[in-house]
T-cell receptor, first 114, second 116 residues
Framework: DTEVTQTPKHLVMGMTNKKSLKCEQHMGHRAMYWYKQKAKKPPELMFVYSYEKLSINESVPSRFSPECPNSSLLNLHLHALQPEDSALYLC?????????????FGPGTRLTVT | AQSVTQLGSHVSVSEGALVLLRCNYSSSVPPYLFWYVQYPNQGLQLLLKYTSAATLVKGINGFEAEFKKSETSFHLTKPSAHMSDAAEYFCAVSGTLTGTASKLTFGTGTRLQVTL
């Protein structure tokens, strides 16, 4: 099973709202990732968790706050977003073993900020 | 630094024709290379991966890719296109971050259109 699930599928939020995106995998992967994808562009890496510890933050604004409660779950907390933050947010996971670097992606959450 | 270049942002083929999507990479170390497919409003699906075990890699849905070190290429092919192959295709190269997590560097993508 190579499934990564994401909820919700769609989210519309105002600039003053607080919301969260959720990602879950049960493949025993120890590395998890958040990406942002704008239309007709490749995914851009936002955050990387390795063994539940944040290892990479790609200079993402503080209005995005990641959280990894356990090895299967990854959250992205959103607060005071801007319209330009509207995008497809993708979660991915990988084994976390040396030499096994392929990432498995979830279906994404389509976020619209009004 | 690692990078990939996808030649052709848009490729159009007839149903039943050969599909060829081009990817060239740049890497100072032996690369791990991947092809992903993305259908509209969906996530990325792994098509195939090169990890140095074999230069010709077979993937899902009849796709394959050949790693050519001399040409620094990893082109994706399929002998006969099907309407369901219409999608966005991304080539990616992986570098390690911490020895456990990986960092994928994506190409700009190629949109494949399949016509009747």
């Amino acid at each position: 099973d190579t499934e990564v699930t994401q909820t919700p599928k769609h989210l519309v939020m105002g600039m003053t709202n607080k919301k969260s995106l959720k990602c879950e995998q049960h493949m025993g992967h120890r590395a998890m990732y958040w990406y942002k994808q704008k239309a007709k562009k490749p995914p851009e890496l936002m955050f990387v968790y390795s063994y539940e510890k944040l290892s990479i933050n790609e200079s993402v604004p503080s209005r995005f706050s990641p959280e990894c409660p356990n090895s299967s779950l990854l959250n992205l907390h959103l607060h005071a977003l801007q319209p330009e933050d509207s995008a497809l947010y993708l979660c991915a996971s990988s084994h976390g073993r040396t030499g096994s670097y392929e990432q498995y992606f979830g279906p994404g959450t389509r976020l619209t900020v009004t | 630094a690692q990078s990939v270049t996808q030649l052709g942002s848009h490729v159009s083929v007839s149903e039943g024709a050969l599909v060829l999507l081009r990817c060239n990479y740049s890497s100072s170390v032996p690369p791990y290379l991947f092809w992903y497919v993305q259908y509209p409003n969906q996530g990325l699906q792994l098509l195939l991966k090169y990890t140095s075990a074999a230069t010709l890699v077979k993937g899902i849905n009849g796709f394959e890719a050949e790693f050519k070190k001399s040409e620094t290429s990893f082109h994706l092919t399929k002998p006969s296109a099907h309407m369901s192959d219409a999608a966005e295709y991304f080539c990616a190269v992986s570098g390690t971050l911490t020895g456990t997590a990986s960092k994928l560097t994506f190409g700009t993508g190629t949109r494949l259109q399949v016509t009747l």
